[in-house]
């Protein structure tokens, strides 16, 4: 039992990457992965702290295993509320022995021998000023056929409402020669659909000077065998213009950008220290609506930021109008610890907060409605991700990152295989079709134990 362990992981994708990494670094430890937390002798929470007092959850959650403790179990919080709580979380949860942020993961193997020595106060929260990223050759991938690459971890730019600068450290880039022989390697087990990730992953720079971004992008997306390249997130004052040109050139590179805007006031806009304008933004736009391939464009809001008057919300309904995204996830403002909105009067009463969330969702819902109407028709290629057994449909993604369910008449297409699609209905989050008929051979997907190479 000592050597098993179970991780629950929270938060965004950069997180379910970390744990991704901490797995692959566990087994090559000797620690077998189960499935449930009463199989465990190391019980491991990957923590988030982006919104609504994500501590207290996690503190709550830790109770409810407090029992499991008799048992003889350890466990560990690891991410961002390990390192914005750091040592309370000892003080709160006793029976915590190791508490560790993400840019400490480098030093787990030693933390791990540790807690096998029976330390019970083990740290790694020292690290956020560290030059290095995490990079290890231990990467327990869960699918098979798409996968994350960390390229740039952190982040320097301290919006005021923002934890992340404090939970993810100082922003810090990978090399392009790493990245590449990452991304080669992924081609080579028959990864086909590769994610670059990065708080503001278009601040990546490369500290060899090779490359730009947009150059990075072409050179993973020109890898023979990988046939989709997707980036998240974008931040607007480092968007530059060859981006979009990158995507335009390169077949590869999903017709998908993720481009927080977060208000279309420039006034909170300021307040909450973004350091761009509506119209800096509207230009980046006007870039993406420009370009000859038709780029899906999504977007990050928050309502209700201190001193949101009804006027700013307005501007925000109006970009949203302007823009046309394909989807927004927008949040209510939550005031978090060590940040500088923390010490504004947080002002607007939550049912205000509430109702503007209401009124954006309702609006976005209604230009997705329309919006997505342009795909009737079209043939668009989905990559097969599973199946609704209950209705018959086999769900896929586009390169515009949409859900499509779709039916196939015959051989039912493997996971991870990509499909010709006809586009026969839209709604307002997913698009409904047919699969074309023979139009494209099933692509076998392989597999890493095709390429044990004996010797
Ligand atoms: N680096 C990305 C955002 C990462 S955090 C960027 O700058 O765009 C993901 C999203 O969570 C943010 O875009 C923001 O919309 C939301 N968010 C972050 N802190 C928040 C807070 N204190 N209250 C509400 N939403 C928040
Ligand atoms: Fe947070 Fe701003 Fe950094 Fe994004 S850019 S992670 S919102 S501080
Ligand atoms: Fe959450 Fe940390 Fe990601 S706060 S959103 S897990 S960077």
């Not at 870039?287 to 000859?292: F, N």
Request: net charge negative; with cysteine.
């Amino acid at each position: 039992m000592s050597k098993t362990f179970y991780i629950e992981t929270f938060g965004c994708q950069m997180n379910a990457h970390d744990s991704e990494k901490v797995v692959g670094t566990l087994e090559h430890e000797g620690y077998v992965q189960v499935e449930d937390e009463a199989d465990a002798g190391l019980v491991l929470y990957n923590t988030c702290s982006i919104r609504d007092k994500a501590e207290q959850k996690v503190f709550h959650r830790l109770n409810e295993y407090k029992r499991l403790q008799g048992e003889g179990k350890k466990f560990g919080v690891l991410g961002c509320v390990a390192q914005q709580e750091g040592e309370r979380i000892f003080e709160k949860a006793p029976y915590v022995s190791l508490v560790a942020g993400s840019a400490s993961y480098r030093n787990l193997p030693e933390m791990l021998r540790r807690l096998e020595a029976g330390e019970t106060r083990i740290t790694g929260l020292d690290d956020r000023q560290t030059d290095q990223a995490f990079e290890t050759e231990f990467i327990a991938r869960t699918n098979p056929n798409r996968g994350y690459i960390t390229i740039i971890e952190g982040c320097d730019k301290f919006c005021a409402y923002c934890v992340v600068p404090y939970t993810r450290g100082k922003e810090r880039s990978r090399t392009s020669a790493s990245v590449m022989v990452e991304a080669r390697r992924m081609a080579d087990m028959g990864y086909t659909d590769i994610q670059l990730l990065g708080q503001n992953v278009n601040s990546w720079r490369d500290p060899s000077g090779r490359m730009s971004f947009a150059e990075l992008l072409t050179a993973v997306g020109s890898i023979a065998g990988i046939r989709r390249v997707r980036f998240t997130t974008s931040h607007p004052r480092d968007f530059t213009r060859d981006i979009v040109e990158a995507i335009d050139a390169t077949p590869t590179l999903c017709d998908h950008i993720h481009l927080p805007v977060q208000s279309g006031s420039t006034a909170v806009l300021h307040a909450m220290a973004r350091e761009y304008t509506r119209e800096w933004y509207l230009e980046r736009m006007s870039w993406i609506h420009g370009a000859k391939r038709d780029i899906s464009i999504t977007s990050d809001m928050i309502v209700g930021f201190p001193g949101e008057t009804d006027a700013d919300f307005e501007q925000t309904i109006t970009l949203i109008d302007a823009v046309k995204y394909d989807a927004v996830f927008a949040f209510k403002f939550s005031p978090r610890p060590n940040t500088p909105a923390v010490h504004m009067a947080d002002s607007i009463p939550d049912a205000v907060k509430s109702e503007r969330l209401r009124i954006l969702m309702d609006r976005q819902r209604e230009i997705q409605r329309e919006h997505y109407g342009r795909h009737l028709g079209q043939v668009v290629e989905a990559m097969v991700e599973g199946y609704n057994e209950a209705r018959g449909q086999v769900v896929g993604r586009s390169t515009q990152n949409k859900t499509i369910n779709f039916t196939a008449s015959g051989e039912r297409p493997p996971q991870g295989s990509y499909v010709d699609v006809r586009i026969t209905q839209t709604l307002p989050n997913s698009l409904v079709g047919e699969a074309l008929m023979n139009a494209v051979p099933f692509v076998p997907v392989r597999r890493a134990a095709d390429f044990v190479v004996l010797n």
